[in-house]
């Protein structure tokens, strides 16, 4: 079982950045891909991003794409999500998650360990 825990969240203005971390402990990210959903107030939890193990290969949703950037640092064991250009509707919950498999997967139910999450909002 890998543990995460993310940091990094906070209030941000519209237009502003944010990088959000996750640091794993329990397993090496080296062979872990890794992934990044969302979960706004009402709403289901939605996939942002996901890196596969090796790191070469990355897949965004729609309403991220060209804004967020998501890398792995093997040496420091962890996730990051890079946020530029936020937007209100980026206000959620963000949860980094880890899939043993190792594959960029944009679905939850692939990955198999969890993050707590971490709040961000972005005011208008």
């Known amino acids: 079982q890998v543990q995460l825990v993310e940091s990094g969240g906070g209030l941000v203005q519209a237009g502003g950045s944010l990088k959000l971390s996750c640091e794993a402990s329990g397993s090496s990210v080296t062979s872990l891909a890794m992934g990044w959903f969302r979960q706004a107030p009402g709403k289901e939890r939605e996939f942002v991003g996901a890196?596969?193990?090796?790191?070469?290969?990355?897949n965004y949703a729609d309403s991220v794409k060209g804004r967020f950037a998501i890398s792995k640092d093997n040496a420091k064991n962890t996730g990051y999500l890079q946020m530029n250009s936020l937007k209100p509707e980026d206000t959620a919950v963000y949860y980094c998650?880890?899939?043993?498999?190792?594959?960029?997967?944009?679905?939850?139910?692939?990955?198999?360990?969890w993050g707590q999450g971490t709040q961000v909002t972005v005011s208008a």
């Open positions: 890196i596969n193990w090796r790191g070469r290969s990355t």
């Open positions: 998650a880890a899939d043993l498999a190792g594959a960029a997967s944009t679905r939850a139910y692939d990955y198999d360990d």
